[in-house]
């Protein structure tokens, strides 16, 4: 089966500090993952997207990294804000079935 | 109507009782989604829709049933409700294909089955 992992479940920060959330995944092969975030009460909102080709991506404050032969990304947010504070999920797409599996999150918290 | 919209916000359902969730967009996008997000799980696939006059079951499709008469629309329907039905339930459209597939998703509807 599929699997999408994020570490940590959950993070704690205070305003202004940098963080780093993990995802490894088993899916093979893949066409693209996916950095979502993911406000209290609201739906997910894309970050980033990256193929197998791309190595970074960044989107602001966010940058996203990838490994595909250790099948490993993750999401580094800089200089962390108080709006910061939602889950952060991440989306793997099989090329074969053409689905995508979601890893649970990382439910990150920005203090002041 | 700018994006995706959902309907209810919220609902409060008796055990048994047949509910339709209702989702609409208007950005023109093809393929669309239904999801359910529960506590401490990532979001599971219920059904999806290519296009329109097609449809696909996803991962947990038992008990629900969708339609895609057009485009725009794409209900969900729970036949009679169950309290395992209590859940978080997205919809999303996507853009693109293959490697560039971006998924819009709506705000949710929290239901609670009782």
């Known amino acids: 089966k599929n699997q999408v992992e994020q570490s940590p479940q959950s993070l704690i920060i205070l305003e202004g500090k940098n963080c780093t959330l993990q995802?490894?995944?088993?899916?093979?092969?893949?066409?693209?993952l996916r950095w979502y975030k993911q406000d209290t009460g609201r739906g997910p909102v894309s970050l980033t997207i990256?193929?197998?080709?791309?190595n970074t991506k960044s989107n602001g404050r966010y940058t996203a990294t990838l490994d595909a032969d250790t099948k490993q990304s993750s999401l580094h947010i800089t200089a962390s804000q108080l709006s910061d504070s939602a889950s952060y999920i991440c989306v793997v797409r099989d090329t074969n079935a053409g689905k995508s599996t979601f890893g649970d999150g990382t439910t990150l918290t920005v203090k002041p | 109507i700018a994006g995706i919209t959902q309907a209810p916000t919220s609902q409060i359902l008796a055990a048994g009782r047949r509910m339709t969730l209702r989702c609409t967009q208007d950005m023109r996008h093809n393929a669309m989604y239904w999801y359910r997000q529960d506590l401490g799980l990532g979001l599971r696939l219920i059904h999806y829709s290519n296009t329109a006059g097609t449809t696909g079951k996803g991962e947990v499709p038992d008990g629900y049933s969708v339609s895609r008469a057009n485009t725009d629309d794409f209900p969900l329907t729970l036949a009679s409700a169950v309290p395992s039905q209590t859940s978080v339930y997205f919809c999303a459209s996507s853009v693109g294909q293959g490697d560039q597939e971006t998924q819009y998703f709506g705000p949710g509807t929290r239901l609670l089955v009782l």
């Open positions: 995802c490894n995944y088993t899916v093979s092969p893949f066409s693209n």
């Open positions: 990256m193929t197998f080709s791309e």
